[in-house]
């Protein structure tokens, strides 16, 4: 007989609010077309030895863990860190429920539909699918172990567009609909590198008396943004978030920094300067980002649920 079982979690886009959903801004999150699967086979040995595999197939990460060590939250060698992060992640999950430790062991395999580096939630899809597979709470998974705001576990449970808010830290889900008419008209670019966010951190962090009108707009815009459904209006909108952010964080917007001379908008997704950008133009772009070297390019159907 197969015991074995699997779970799925959608990957995410934050595309309002990135940094300011921490205090309470409404942001619009999309799940994405991509994310993770988690495979759980029973073995005999009380141990789990785990494989992680990229979109591609290719092995990226594989390691064996004896029950001691989660349930002792053991802290292996610094050259390990993913090791590290997969113990404390499977440690706070024993914390939930400690039976899943009780008795026989785990053959577990992990598989991205999309290439790690792309940034859509290799972190947060693991923790949803533990959450599934151990029937705990995939939010307070995360706030026990990588924190954040949680809009990643809610796009990674979600097959539509949401509204995410945190109201007096608890997690506020929304299910809207977005689907743009000039959808054609929106393409995802990814920027081949992860930002060092620390800089734009401390900025945003050294701020926080003065980030509540600031949190307003921003609300303010995602919920324009839902309603409305003409480009002109959204383009302002995205330019508007674009420079909001930018004073806050004091840092230049991704199309001064890299893209000046484009017709059409470009916004920031998350941790700015790294990851995807949104860009919304009149005519398809390809053909400007390959030329500077950027070779990824997703229509918005082909990365948005």
């Known amino acids: 007989m197969d015991n074995k079982q699997s779970f799925y979690s959608n990957g995410k886009l ?23 699967s988690l495979h ?21 990460f594989a390691t064996e863990l004896h029950f001691n060590d989660i349930i002792a939250n053991t802290d292996f ?40 580096n792309w940034g859509l939630g290799t972190s947060s899809t693991l923790i949803n699918n533990i959450a599934q597979w151990l029937q705990i709470d ?14 990643d576990i809610a796009c990674a449970q979600n ?32 920027l081949n590198k992860k930002q060092n966010s620390r800089h734009a951190i401390q900025n945003y962090m050294n701020k926080q008396q003065f980030l509540k009108p600031e949190t307003s707009k921003i609300s303010a815009i995602t919920d324009e943004l839902i309603a409305v459904n003409q480009l002109e209006i959204t383009n302002h909108l995205l330019e508007k978030h674009e420079i909001i952010l930018s004073n806050i964080l004091e840092l230049e917007t991704v199309k001064e920094r890299l893209f000046p001379d484009f017709k059409g908008t470009i916004k920031s997704l998350g941790a700015w300067g790294g990851d995807f950008v949104l860009v919304l133009a009149e005519s398809d772009p390809t053909s400007y980002f390959k030329n ?9 159907e082909e990365m948005i649920i």
Do not use: C
């Open 14 to 36: 934050l595309i309002t609010g990135e940094y300011v959903v921490l205090n309470g801004a409404r942001a619009l999150a999309l799940p994405t077309k991509f994310g993770q």
């Open 40 to 60: 759980i086979s029973p073995i005999e040995q009380q141990q789990i030895t785990w494989q992680s595999f990229d979109h591609d197939g290719s092995p990226w």
């Open 77 to 116: 060698e610094e050259e390990d860190p993913i090791k590290n992060t997969l113990v404390e992640i499977l440690h706070q999950a024993y914390k939930q429920n400690p039976n899943f430790l009780a008795a026989n062991g785990f053959a577990i395999q992990t598989e991205l539909t999309f290439p790690r």
């Open 138 to 151: 995939a939010f307070q998974l995360l706030r026990e172990s990588f924190g954040g705001s949680g809009y």
């Open 159 to 190: 097959d539509t567009a949401i509204i995410y808010q945190l109201e007096n830290e608890l997690p506020k889900v929304e299910p809207v609909l977005f689907s743009p008419r000039f959808k054609d008209n929106l393409y995802f670019v990814y």
């Open 292 to 300: 500077k070297g950027y070779e990824t390019i997703l229509k918005y």
